[in-house]
């Protein structure tokens, strides 16, 4: 199954437009609506590479066991049954080294999110990613660490980046 984040859901990645590689636009496009999504579980696991390695604050998952990754799959269903809905927009994203290698990235986004209960929240984050092109010529994730950016004061460097 080919997914793919709709039209009316481009506007939450605009972000990776200013990215030069059009497989990691279309790469990071379908990680964030499949992020979205925790029905799309199967396609979650796939978006990481064997070895991939997913990393939320001190929980940390790796994907040995193969391609849909059973121990990021886990773990995301963890977090989903902690805050059952989120919705993830990148703000701005850093290519790390030579402008025409877009494999490692750092995104700076906002977060909403719905409890069980029913309130909301939101919030700013951050991630580290590295992304792998297989031999099947397919981009993988082979790193992904968030960083959750609770509170973040005035004149710091969120701020600054961001333009709050």
Known sequence: MSTSAPEHETHK???VNDLSDQQVRQYLRKFYY???DISLEKEWGELFAEDGVYIMGNRKATGPEGIASPTIRKLRKKLYEEIPQRDHSPMKIFSHGNHHDDTELMVLGTVGWTYHA???HSGDWA???KLHKGDDGVLRCKYYQIIIVNNPLPGSLWYFVCGR
């Open 34 to 36: 499949v992020s979205n």
């Open 13 to 15: 990645t605009q972000a």
């Open 118 to 120: 029913g309130h909301d």
């Open 127 to 129: 991630a580290h990613i």
